[in-house]
C-alpha cells in the first residue's frame, strides 16, 4: 500500500471515534507520527514521497501502533518520547506527559531568576524532568535541584538529564521532605491539581497517565497548600514561588499565597489565554 493510502485510511479510523472518550484532536498529524517511528524518517517525507510503497513488514508494525492510538493510548506513551522546550524527553507512564502549556511555567521562571547570579533553583514532582531540565538548559549557572515522589520517575528524570547533558540533581522526595536546602531564589512546580470528581479524567490522554500525578484532595488544592506553606522555609529573602494549576483555580491560588504571607502574588496565562500560573514572593 502507498504512504498516502496509509495515512488516508489511519486517519478515517481514528476520525471516527469524533465524540467518544478515545477520539484524538489531531487524527493526521498521530498517523503521520506513527507511520514515521515505523519508517525511521521525518513527517515531510510524506509529502515528497507520498507514492511511495510500505512494506508488508512496516505496514503490519504501523497497524499495531494505530490500534493503541484507536484504544486512545497517548501517542507520546506510544512514541516513547515527548516534545518539550527545545529537546525530546523520554516518557513512560509513571509520569505525566509535559504539556506545551507547561512551557509558560519555564518562561515565567526564567524571568523571574534574570538578574539572579547563580540562582538557586527547585523543581518540585519533576515528573520527567521537563521544567528542570528546560531552565537548566537555559542558565549554565543555576543550581538547578529537581525531585519527585515516584522512583520511576526520578530515574527517568535522571536518564533525560544525563541525555541532555545537562547537570541537574535529582532525587527522590515528598515534596520538602529530603530538601535541605533554605536560601533558594525560585521554587516552581507542577503539582497534581484536578479534583477527584472531575469529569475530564474519564476523557482523551488523561486516562492513561497516573493518577497520583494528575489528582489532589480538597478540589485539587491540597498539594499547592502543603507546597505554599513549606516552601517559606526554603526560600531565600526575595525569592519567588511559581506553580502550574488548572484554568478555573487562580483566585483560589492567590488566596493559598496571600493567606502564607506572601507579596506581589498574581496568576498568568498560558498560550490559550486560561489562568495557568500563579507566583508570589516571599519576603521574610
Not at 484524538?24 to 514515521?36: I, Y
Not at 519508517?39 to 503490519?60: C, H, I, Q, R
Not at 519567588?240 to 483560589?252: I, N, R, S, V
Given at each position: ?71 486512545g493510548k497517548p501517542i507520546a506513551y506510544i512514541l516513547g518520547y ?203
Open positions: 500500500m502507498r504512504i498516502d493510502q496509509l495515512i488516508q485510511q489511519g486517519v478515517a479510523q481514528l476520525a471516527a471515534l469524533s465524540g467518544s472518550n478515545r477520539q484524538t484532536e489531531t487524527p493526521e498529524l498521530d498517523v503521520q507520527l506513527l507511520l514515521a517511528e515505523v519508517l525511521a524518517v521525518n513527517t515531510s517525507y510524506f509529502y515528497t514521497w507520498p507514492e511511495k510503497v510500505v512494506s508488508d513488514l512496516d505496514k503490519a508494525r504501523f497497524e499495531r501502533l494505530l490500534s493503541e492510538r484507536l484504544e515527548q516534545a518539550f522546550w527545545s529537546f525530546e524527553l523520554e516518557v513512560s507512564e509513571s509520569t505525566l506527559i509535559p504539556r506545551p502549556d507547561t512551557e509558560c511555567l519555564v518562561e515565567i521562571a526564567l524571568a523571574l531568576i534574570d538578574q539572579c547570579q547563580n540562582p538557586k533553583v527547585l523543581d518540585l514532582g519533576t515528573g520527567t524532568g521537563a521544567v528542570a531540565l528546560a531552565i537548566a538548559s537555559e542558565r549554565a549557572d543555576a543550581s538547578v535541584t529537581a525531585v519527585d515522589l515516584v522512583p520511576a520517575a526520578v530515574e527517568l528524570a535522571q536518564r533525560n538529564n544525563l541525555k541532555l547533558k545537562l547537570d541537574v540533581t535529582i532525587f527522590q522526595s515528598s515534596w520538602f521532605d529530603n530538601i535541605l536546602e533554605n536560601n533558594l531564589d525560585l521554587i516552581v512546580s507542577n503539582p497534581p491539581y484536578i479534583d477527584p470528581e472531575d469529569h475530564h479524567l474519564d476523557e482523551g490522554d488523561v486516562r492513561f497517565e497516573p493518577k497520583t500525578a494528575l489528582i489532589a484532595d480538597k478540589k485539587g488544592y491540597s498539594d499547592i497548600e502543603i507546597i505554599a506553606r513549606d516552601a517559606r522555609q526554603h526560600l531565600a529573602q526575595s525569592a519567588w514561588l511559581a506553580f502550574e494549576h488548572g484554568y478555573d483555580q487562580g483566585e483560589g491560588a492567590r488566596q493559598i499565597l496571600e493567606k502564607n504571607g506572601y507579596q506581589n502574588i498574581e496568576t498568568r496565562q498560558d498560550y490559550g489565554g486560561n489562568d495557568r500560573v500563579t507566583l508570589g514572593q516571599w519576603l521574610k
